[in-house]
Each structure stands twice: as structure tokens, then as C-alpha cells.
């Protein structure tokens, strides 16, 4: 992208119809460490891969939660997601006091979408540089939504935003069938796992250092899982990985000579 006379300021509109400000918004998501999240029938899970600015610096977490019921993950500037899950907090609490149950997930997410629009509207201000990932579960279920700079939201079965998401999103779209029928957390978490991987370079494994596993379901608060926490969910799938594959059954061989 070039700078050019139209992007000065986000309530300037370019003759191709374009805001260019929320599109260079949208790009600070695709340069922030991937993350991903999957719904299953019982079960929303998020995970996400951690970034440390250099050896000396500990990972930046990426998943923050939100309240019992919910919680987001993030890909942009962390400055951002840290005002906006700060308003999502607020909105949780509001809620609980006054009506004493859970904000439903959708509320929930419409409110951060009429407060990411003003910063697309307005002179003077800028969108935010942040994508987030929502998962929550209330009376209709679980749910993920995705958030993106421009205000707009989705309800997703599966998403996957960052960088190199294109990889994750592939393994998205050939599984996301099967993601409604899966009762078991950790299966949908070892699905999560698995796409979460595509994202990496060939030379990066998995790690219980660069990588968060979040769920909440029906009867399940919002669950974090750093560190060595996670090393129980990453050992099923490199178990999977190193497994060999299936030796031919005996007799082939010789079944085949006879029938040349």
C-alpha cells in the first residue's frame, strides 16, 4: 500500500469508494500473531500463538478474559484489544448487576461493533488495530464471532486471523463439518491445535512457551490454559504426528504374486 491524497484522515473517502485508513487497520491484524477459534456442539475453544519481542522479554499473551462466559483472543496492536476488552468488561458487569444473569454473547458483541464504528466515522480519531475473536456460550450455545477494524462482525463455525491464517484457514474450511458433531473438549481443542500448526514457519514447533489454549462451554466457565498446562493438549497431536503409519497385513504380498 501507498500513501496518496486520500488517506489522510478516515472520513475521507477515495473515488474507488475505499476508506483507506480502515484498510491499513485491517493490515496491523494480518501482521499479529495468528489465532483461531472453533465451535463444536457443546464447546467453544480458542488458541492462539505467542510472540516475545526477543529473547530477554517474556511471550505476549494473546487471550484475555472477559467474564464466566466469555472471552477473546487477539491479532493487532495489543494496545487496542486492552481498551476494547476493558469496554467488554464493563458491559459483562453492567449487565450481571442489573439483571443479575450473563450478557448474551451477541449484546455483547453488537455493543463492541457500535464502538469500533465511531473511530470509523468521526475526524480526528482512527479505527482500531485490532481483530478479536470472540467465544462465548449462553442460552442458545456456544458461539464464535469475529470482530474485524472496520466495525463489521461475523458469527463463525470456524476462524482463523493473523499471520500466515491462511494456512489455518485452509484446514478450517476441509474440517468444519465435523466441528458441530464433536462433543469432546479435548478433541475440538486437538482440532484447534492442529490448524494453529499450519501457521507456523517449517522450522517452529509448538511449544508450551508460544502457545494459549482457551474454552468455555455448557456448564464450563472460561478456561485458560498457559505453560505447562498446555503440554497435555500438545502431546496428543505430536503423538498423532510421530504415529507410523499402518504396516500391510500379512498375505498381501503373496496374494498379489498369484494373481499375476
Known amino acids: 500500500m501507498y500513501r496518496n491524497q486520500y488517506d489522510n484522515d478516515v472520513t475521507v473517502w477515495s473515488p474507488q469508494g475505499r476508506i483507506h485508513q480502515i484498510e491499513y487497520a485491517m493490515e496491523a491484524v494480518k501482521q499479529g500473531a495468528a489465532t483461531l477459534g472453533i465451535k463444536g456442539k457443546n464447546h467453544s475453544v480458542l488458541v492462539a500463538l505467542k510472540r516475545a519481542s526477543s529473547d530477554l522479554s517474556s511471550h505476549q499473551k494473546k487471550i484475555i478474559p472477559i467474564d464466566d462466559h466469555a472471552g477473546i483472543s487477539i491479532a493487532g496492536l495489543t494496545s487496542d484489544a486492552r ?57 442458545s450455545g ?7 477494524p472496520s466495525s463489521n462482525f461475523y458469527e463463525c463455525k470456524c476462524m482463523a486471523i493473523g499471520a500466515r491464517s491462511q494456512s489455518a484457514r485452509t484446514y478450517l474450511e476441509r474440517h468444519k463439518d465435523e466441528f458441530k458433531n464433536v462433543e469432546e473438549l479435548n478433541d475440538l481443542v486437538a482440532h484447534a491445535l492442529r490448524a494453529l500448526r ?3 514457519p517449517n522450522d517452529t514447533e509448538l511449544t508450551t512457551k508460544n502457545v494459549s489454549v482457551a474454552y468455555v462451554g455448557r456448564g464450563v466457565d472460561f478456561t485458560m490454559k498457559d505453560d505447562d498446562d498446555v503440554a497435555e493438549y500438545l502431546k496428543s497431536i505430536e503423538e498423532e504426528k510421530a504415529s507410523p503409519a499402518p504396516a500391510p497385513e500379512e498375505g498381501a504380498g503373496e496374494s498379489m504374486e498369484t494373481t499375476q
Open 142 to 148: 456456544p458461539h464464535i464471532y469475529y470482530i474485524c
Open 198 to 200: 499450519d501457521c507456523l
Open 83 to 139: 481498551i476494547l476488552s476493558r469496554f467488554m468488561r464493563t458491559e459483562c458487569l453492567n449487565h450481571r448487576y442489573i439483571y443479575g444473569n450473563p450478557l448474551s454473547i451477541s449484546r455483547l458483541v453488537t455493543s463492541v461493533g457500535d464502538k469500533a464504528q465511531t473511530g470509523t466515522q468521526i475526524m480526528g480519531r482512527r479505527p482500531y488495530g485490532v481483530g478479536l475473536l470472540v467465544a462465548g456460550v449462553d442460552e
